[in-house]
């Protein structure tokens, strides 16, 4: 049984943002891959506006009526059940469009390269071409910060700016090379055929409606806490990333979609970084009473997952900044939120 009221919580604090959220009334929004992790959160938020119409492009109509169980009887949710990599035949206009829908999970880049390439290339373009027959306001493609490729480790900081390199031919690429492409295709519409597009670059975002099952390492220390089995390592647990909350990713998401300009990107991710091994530590920490450990299984990887090549990832939102974005949620509180919604 999982805990709504966290996610209650979470949406009265995005919220609280200050935004011109009246601005948005009586519009209409298509949201792609609606019942996944991001994009629900996006949708939660608008539906608790209220007089905004949301059309929720979903693979499995089945899945999303459990994730939205809660909205069921809201005319304003309107649920679409299709592959975004198909053609978009719906007779609808909106004013905005978020595409979501991608498979994020390095479990996938392994398993299913061809259906993770078609939701970030084929599916964008299905986007855009909707777009540019309909009169919409604002195009939003959440890509990934992986776009900026294999980054030396001796570099500080990685702005919208950096570029790093890639191998075409290592199958984890189907991920961050199709994200790129789906980039330069809004900025393609953009410059063709005047849609006002943005991009969205996250570093790991977490919180409440993850799948634990997921194969991302916070996911399975938040699986094995809660199940109350020690925390398993696969690796030295040296690498550093950054981990952003959900509720401060759906408020930067919004400072973009009212001031971010066309054309651009905008990284989303914490201040600061920390150690693989340190997260887990620190998740331990929030359940003293489990008395649970770490364990190290170098190299134990399994499942298709593909493990990053980077040992550090040192993005910085200074750029989301200028527009009036912080982050508010620290790691220890953003945790012990995810924690106490699977328990």
Known sequence: MTNNFIIDEDIKNILSENLPWHTLSGKSFLITGAA????SYIVDTLLCLGNIKIY?????????????????????????EQDIAEPLKIDI?????????????????????????????????NCLEFARKSNITKFIFISTCEVYGQINDSCVSIDENCKGSFDTLDIRSCYSESKKLGENMCVA???????????????????????????????????????????????????????????????????????????????????????????????LTLRPDKHS??????????????????T??????????????RQSIDIKTGFDRMLRYYE
């Open 36 to 39: 996944g992790f991001i994009a």
């Open 56 to 80: 929720a492009l979903v693979r499995s109509i089945d899945k999303a009526k459990i994730r939205f169980n809660r909205h069921l009887n809201n005319k304003n949710l309107i649920f679409i």
């Open 93 to 125: 206009s909106v004013d905005y469009i978020i595409h979501a829908a991608s498979q994020a999970s390095p479990r996938c880049f392994g398993t299913d390269p061809v259906g993770t390439l078609k939701a970030n290339t084929i599916g964008t373009y």
């Open 189 to 283: 519409y953009s410059s063709q055929y005047g849609i006002n597009s943005s991009i969205i670059r996250p570093a790991h975002t977490y919180g409440p409606g993850l799948s634990l099952d997921d194969g991302r390492s916070f996911c399975d220390f938040v699986k094995n806490v809660v199940q109350n089995e020690n925390i398993i390592l696969n690796s030295d647990g040296k690498s550093k990333r950054k981990y952003l909350y959900i509720t401060d990713f759906v408020k930067g998401l919004f400072f973009i979609l009212f001031c971010g300009n066309d054309k651009e990107a905008y990284n989303i991710t914490a201040d600061d970084e920390i150690s693989v091994a340190e997260l887990a530590e620190t998740i």
């Open 293 to 310: 450990k770490v364990e190290y299984h170098i190299n134990n990887f399994s499942n298709g997952y593909l493990k990053s090549k980077s």
């Open 312 to 325: 550090s990832a040192p993005f910085i939102s200074d750029k989301l900044k200028k527009l009036g974005w």
